[in-house]
């Protein structure tokens, strides 16, 4: 399992966005290539490494075999967080 130090977590300001993209590229020969490609936005819309980075680390974490938190904490939490 990957753990993250809080150094490792660029700092990205107010505001950021991970877009995901699944790419299709055709050639002229009738070749194709399909690729994921995560592009990282700042608060100005402006490509930014430091949030794509942060997806690779991400992206190389492995699942816990057991909660952290028990159900009902979960839920509140969730609760607290999603708008209704």
Not at 7 to 33: D, F, M, Y
Not at 60 to 75: I, Y
Request: aromatic residues 2%.
């Amino acid at each position: 399992m990957l753990a993250i130090e809080a150094e490792q977590i660029p700092l990205l300001g107010n505001a950021a966005s991970l877009t995901v993209w699944h790419v299709q590229i055709h050639g002229g020969k009738g070749q194709s290539h399909q690729k994921v490609v995560m592009l990282g936005l700042n608060e100005q819309g402006e490509r930014s490494r430091p949030v794509e980075r942060l997806a690779t680390i991400l992206r190389d974490l492995a699942p816990a075999h057991e909660s952290l938190l028990p159900v009902e904490r979960r839920a509140e939490w969730v609760r607290s967080l999603v708008p209704r």
